[in-house]
């Protein structure tokens, strides 16, 4: 049992929520995972806490205060930041979920996730590098010819080059179908492309040998919108038949973006084919295709989703060493008498004595944890889906991680916000002041609700494309899962069945408002209120994971698993009753925000 007092993440809650709840181990009696135990899986996680808490956090604080700069030229970062990348290579961490063959350690999704939870939860800033570059080698590995993987993703898996994601337009933000971003053909079989981007994480730096970018544009004769957009490799240097570094490819940046947040992840606007540089002499960025025209869109959602499932993670994570740093802060302050103590001369006692600091901590707690268990079941999914035995169980298992991925990208993004704010109220003035982590912590969290597509994105992908648009599958789906946890639970008596029941419940009548939406027959009516119909799915699902926690604690006796209780009982008393205004709401096909007039604000 992990002894580990780190403020970064939890080690002990890690090792639950993996062994005793998730049953990691057994992941071992599939093929797959068959070079794998709980040893190997062990020394992985011992390590990932190590390298963490050596070489990430401790320049997290620095990376936030000094944020790149570019001179016109380059783009600068604090030597700290490469120097951690190195580690993280040289370890072979860019590789834990790979195949064996690609030279993978063929680690479980579920396992990765919580190695990588520690990075990011250590310097998001720093980490956003490493895991953006493994989300580009993983798109090129399930699309790119053998030659691509070879010149493009070898090199980045071995930590000599970094990757990036290059979707959005200054016009056009999220709107991907309205990219003009150009590529055309050229004589050689490449194309050359040429348009501006912007809000491009890692888009420019002095890390590596190459930065290799995956970028959406389109052809001479694309069809108009999103089923025109095609998907081409443009790295910034080029790269020779022997994996040479050649010359300047036409990329070139016209600025950096300074956020809120994440500050030590450079954002950048880069320009492609402006005329900096005329790689071969003629005008144009060098750009290789990937996979077939016009479906570039489908191919970066390969890497869209994966990335989605990892901004929840970012999010539970950064919310997570916020609520451990508030909590290690108020067993230590002194301040203030229990309310009955007579003598105003007593001692002061910490803060954590007082019923409305442990109040602030509690929630912190049932969101932190419900979130971090929502972001490995997930990952277990994955799991079950890549070594599923039938195709019937694999459509199954990816019919509910394809409703659960809008939830586990936006309800730890929104809760761990809030989250976020009650660990700087923990700390009073203190909290507000840059003497302490939190409020860089506030400040990295308020991104996650936008990156990855935006809150309000997510709500219309799960209520329109996910759950009506399938016909309510997706969510029957889910229900029956909640449904098999509501039954162990119910079987245990006390405290789980009264929870299990009180999920049923909600359970039933978010199927009922469902079909009502479905009845309404306006689209814009119905979805209307979609962002309020993903927090109240949201907030159902996360009721279902504090009671699949609750089942796995069973009668097990200590103060951990005691936490265990307190925190599903909160999130039981005080925030599922939430959910029911909610429906309240959905039910009654509300039109206020239709019927509002741009003239009226």
Not at 179 to 184: D, E, L, S
């Amino acid at each position: 049992m992990s002894t580990s007092t780190s403020l970064i993440l939890s080690a002990r809650d890690l090792e639950f929520m993996l062994f005793e709840w998730l049953d990691v181990e057994r992941l071992s009696e599939r093929p797959r995972f068959a070079e794998h135990d709980r040893e190997s899986y062990d020394a992985l996680l011992a390590l990932c806490e190590r390298l963490a808490t050596d070489h990430f956090a401790t320049h997290y604080r620095k990376s936030d205060t000094e944020e790149p700069v570019f001179d016109g030229e380059k783009v600068r970062l604090i030597p700290e930041i490469g120097a951690a990348l190195e580690k993280l290579a040289e370890a072979d961490l860019l590789t834990l979920t790979l195949d064996e063959e690609l030279g993978g350690l063929q680690v479980p999704h579920v396992v990765a996730s919580a190695c990588t939870a520690w990075f990011t939860a250590a310097n998001i800033g720093t980490a956003a590098y490493a895991f953006l570059t493994v989300a580009n080698a993983r798109l090129l590995l399930a699309h790119g010819t053998a030659e691509q993987v070879e010149r493009f993703v070898q090199p980045m898996l071995e930590g000599r080059f970094f990757g990036t994601m290059t979707l959005s337009e200054p016009h056009a933000g999220s709107s991907l179908g309205d990219v003009i971003t150009r590529a055309v053909p050229a004589d050689d079989g490449t194309h050359r492309i040429f348009g501006s981007k912007m809000w491009i994480s890692g888009g420019d730096h002095e890390m590596g040998d190459n930065i290799v970018h995956l970028v959406l544009a389109k052809l001479p004769d694309a069809p108009a919108g999103s089923r025109g957009i095609s998907l081409f490799i443009v790295p910034k240097f080029l790269v020779g038949d022997d994996g040479s570094i050649g010359e300047r490819n036409d990329v070139a940046l016209a600025g950096i973006n300074h956020k809120l947040g994440n500050r030590g992840t450079v954002n950048t606007a880069p320009v492609f084919g402006g005329g900096a540089y005329t790689p071969g002499g003629a005008a144009g960025a060098v750009g290789y295709l990937v996979g077939e025209p016009h479906k570039g869109l489908s191919y970066m959602f390969h890497m869209m989703n994966a990335a989605r499932l990892g901004v929840g993670m970012s999010a539970t994570t950064t919310a997570y060493t916020a609520y451990l740093k508030s909590l290690d802060y108020a067993r230590t302050r002194p301040q203030g008498r229990p309310l009955a103590a007579a003598d105003p001369t007593s001692p002061q006692v910490p803060i954590i004595q007082h019923a409305d600091v442990r109040r602030m901590l509690l929630a912190q707690k049932s969101y932190v944890e419900g979130a971090m268990a929502l972001n490995l079941y997930c990952a277990r999914l994955l799991d079950e889906q890549a070594t599923a035995e039938d195709e019937a169980e694999r459509l199954a298992v990816a019919q509910l991680l394809d409703v659960l991925t809008p939830i586990a990208k936006s309800w730890p993004s929104q809760w761990g916000q809030e989250s976020n704010s009650l660990a700087i109220q923990v700390l009073g003035g203190s909290g507000y002041t840059r003497d302490y982590d939190l409020e860089a912590h506030w400040r990295d969290q308020r991104l996650n609700p936008i990156h990855e597509g935006t809150h309000g994105i997510q709500a219309l992908d799960l209520l329109g494309r996910k759950v009506l648009g399938g016909g309510g599958a997706s969510l029957l789906t889910l229900a029956g899962r909640m449904g098999e946890t509501v039954a162990r639970a119910r079987a245990l008596g006390g405290e789980p069945e009264s929870y299990a029941v009180a999920l049923q419940a909600m359970v039933d009548r978010l199927g009922e408002v469902t079909l009502g939406l479905a009845g309404l027959g306006d689209p814009e009516r119905t979805m209307a209120n979609a962002t309020v119909y993903l927090e109240a799915v949201g907030h159902v699902v996360v009721a279902w994971m504090w009671l699949e926690q609750l089942v796995a604690v069973g009668e097990r006796a200590g103060d951990f698993y005691d936490g265990k209780r307190a925190a599903a009982r909160y999130f039981f008393r005080w925030e599922l009753p939430k959910v029911t205004p909610m429906l309240d709401l959905l039910a009654s096909g509300d039109t206020t925000t239709l019927e509002m007039r741009e003239a009226w604000f």
